[in-house]
């Protein structure tokens, strides 16, 4: 017989899902009201954890804003929420920098297939630019720099590493093009 393994409360709606590096658990990024893939509408935000076996979530986290993708480079865990690029601190979500060219459009805001990575270098889209986060020089701070610019600020579709160190860029509905992140 089926059997409920978790029950969220009534009106939550997932936005995301993941896993936390640190514990290996579920990560599950909620909000509570009407559907908002535009993120136009004002929802409490939540980050829960999950361990796959409990009737409820173990631990709950208000979010500033609504969680649209977690992406894992390495043992850190990257979210995309609101306007926003943060990484998961073991307790909430901290942040690391707004993108400026992203509107409240759900087709720009940072869901998953706007981030990539290749070693230990992430990928975001800004909307018609990829912003790189990373260490320039092995063993020193990690920095962001804009490392591709759509003709015409045509706004970038999707990201993904295609092998041999480059990074693939779709874009303006029939364009696609490698850059060599070398």
Request: proline residues 3%; charged residues 15%.
């Amino acid at each position: 017989a089926p059997v409920t393994i978790l029950t969220l409360p009534a009106g939550d709606i997932i936005t995301a899902l993941g896993i936390d590096r640190g514990t290996g658990k579920l990560l599950i990024a909620t909000i509570s009201g009407a559907s908002n893939v535009a993120n136009t509408l004002t929802n409490n935000a939540k980050l829960n954890w999950y361990d796959g076996f409990s009737n409820k979530v173990s631990k709950t986290v208000y979010a500033d804003d609504q969680i649209f993708s977690m992406y894992s480079v390495g043992n850190t865990t990257y979210i995309g929420y609101g306007q926003n690029i943060g990484y998961l601190n073991g307790s909430a979500i901290q942040f690391l920098r707004r993108l400026r060219n992203v509107t409240l459009t759900e087709d720009k805001l940072p869901y998953k297939h706007k981030f990539a990575h290749i070693g230990n270098t992430l990928y975001v889209c800004d909307d018609y630019v990829v912003l790189a986060f990373g260490e320039i020089l092995p063993g020193q701070k990690k920095v962001w720099w804009q490392c591709f610019e759509a003709p015409s600020n045509t706004q970038i579709d999707a990201i993904m590493p295609v092998g041999s160190n480059k990074l693939g860029i779709s874009y303006a509905a029939t364009k696609f093009s490698t850059i060599d992140v070398t």
